[in-house]
C-alpha cells in the first residue's frame, strides 16, 4: 500500500490512510499503559492541530527551541509505539 499510496494522486486514498492513523492510536490507546499512550495522543493532537497553527501566525515560518524539543518528543513517543 505504501508504494501505491505515494505514486497516486487519489485523494480520497489519502484521507483513508489518515483515518487509519487516528484509528490506530485509538486502539492503541485501549490496549497499552494509560499513562504512556495518553502522553502520545496529546502530543500526537499537538503536532497534528496546534504546531502548524503556531507556525503559521509567524511571518516567518521555524520551530522554537521548546517547539524542536517537543517534536523529539513525539517522534520518539511515535516510534516507541509503532
Known amino acids: 500500500m505504501a508504494t501505491t499510496l505515494y505514486e497516486t494522486r487519489d485523494v480520497e486514498l489519502w484521507k483513508e490512510t489518515f483515518e487509519l492513523y487516528e484509528k490506530m492510536l485509538q486502539f ?17 493532537q499537538w503536532f497534528q492541530n496546534q504546531l502548524p497553527q503556531e507556525i503559521n501566525k509567524r511571518l516567518e515560518q521555524y520551530l522554537t527551541q521548546k517547539e524542536l524539543i517537543k517534536l523529539m518528543d513525539w517522534k520518539l513517543t511515535v516510534s516507541y509505539h509503532s
Do not use: P, R, T, W
Request: proline share 0%.
Open 28 to 44: 492503541k490507546a485501549e490496549n497499552e499503559k494509560k499513562e504512556k499512550i495518553l502522553k502520545l495522543l496529546d502530543l500526537d
